[in-house]
């Protein structure tokens, strides 16, 4: 008779730990690696856990304690540093918003996490942002699988972008220059919709062009003064509810918003 052979209940147990043991040293080799190869890993993964400490303070306003496994991953992955002009790459994991010249911020990392959190983005999803600015957020949603549009209106920063874009292979992202207020019809409608720059107003082809189930962010107030990042959600019937989740301060919405 053959007889297959079972390791006692003892030796699966060493054989586990031994499979463990190999696992860990293969894992914390792989982590070294990476620390080599990129020396703002450390940073990074720092500004990820500031990032938590935020949410974490913030829970009862966002409605979520934690950030999102995926969104977790996007923020450990994306390279900050590479969408801050060279003299600032040294600060570009502090949880801060930084000058990216034309008078304009890269947000900071929180607020880019919160903003992503609330859009809830799901793999394939089409997503629009009006205001590219450095291209970091477009790139978080770009890392969350989502097909990206974005839309700057200051030529220079818009084309940096588009560049930066391209360099990092970031395929999944489609940018121009232009005023977003009227959004990009030809690839509406979309899953969601996020509003980098503050307006008294929600510009209406935005909300046309969001789908039902759609979830839209956008900083809501006097684009000088005090703004709360607003959260809208369509539902399936193309009814629009809204709630006010944190005061927040950014740079003004332009074009056809002010006049
Ligand atoms: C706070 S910055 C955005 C940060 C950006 N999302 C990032 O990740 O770096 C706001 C941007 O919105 C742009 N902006 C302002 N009004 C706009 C408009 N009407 N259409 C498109 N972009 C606009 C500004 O030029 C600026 O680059």
Excluded at 46 to 61: G, K, L, Y
Excluded at 107 to 122: D, G, H, K, N, Y
Excluded at 127 to 135: M, N, R, Y
Aim: charged share 25%; hydrophobic share 40%; net charge positive.
């Amino acid at each position: 008779m053959i007889r297959s052979y079972r390791p006692s209940t003892r030796w699966r147990h060493v054989l586990r730990l031994l499979l463990a043991a190999v696992n860990a040293l293969a894992i914390s080799s792989v982590a070294g690696a990476a620390e080599e190869d990129d020396p703002y890993a450390k940073s990074r993964a720092a500004m990820v856990r500031v990032i938590e400490q935020h949410m974490a303070a913030t829970r009862s306003e966002l409605g979520r304690g934690q950030l999102d496994a995926r969104v977790r991953t996007a923020f450990s992955a994306v390279p900050r540093h590479a969408f801050v002009p060279d003299d600032l790459s040294r600060r570009a994991y502090e949880d801060r918003p930084l000058p990216i010249g034309f008078g304009q911020t890269i947000s900071q990392p929180f607020i880019v996490a919160a903003m992503t959190e609330l859009l809830e983005v799901r793999p394939g999803e089409r997503v629009l942002e009006i205001g590219t600015g450095s291209g970091y957020q477009a790139a978080i949603l770009a890392a969350l699988d989502a097909k990206v549009f974005t839309i700057e209106i200051i030529p220079e920063l818009g084309e940096a972008a588009r560049t930066r874009f391209k360099r990092l292979g970031y395929d999944n992202i489609a940018s121009r220059v232009g005023d977003g207020y009227d959004g990009w019809p030809e690839h509406a409608p979309f899953d969601a919709i996020i509003v980098t720059a503050a307006s008294n107003h929600i510009p209406p082809p935005l909300l046309e062009q969001l789908k039902p189930d759609g979830r839209l962010v956008i900083p809501l107030g006097n684009p000088f003064g005090a703004q709360q990042l607003l959260i809208v959600r369509k539902d399936t019937a193309g009814r629009t509810t809204t709630r006010k989740v944190l005061p927040v301060r950014f740079v003004p919405l332009t074009g056809r918003a002010q006049k």
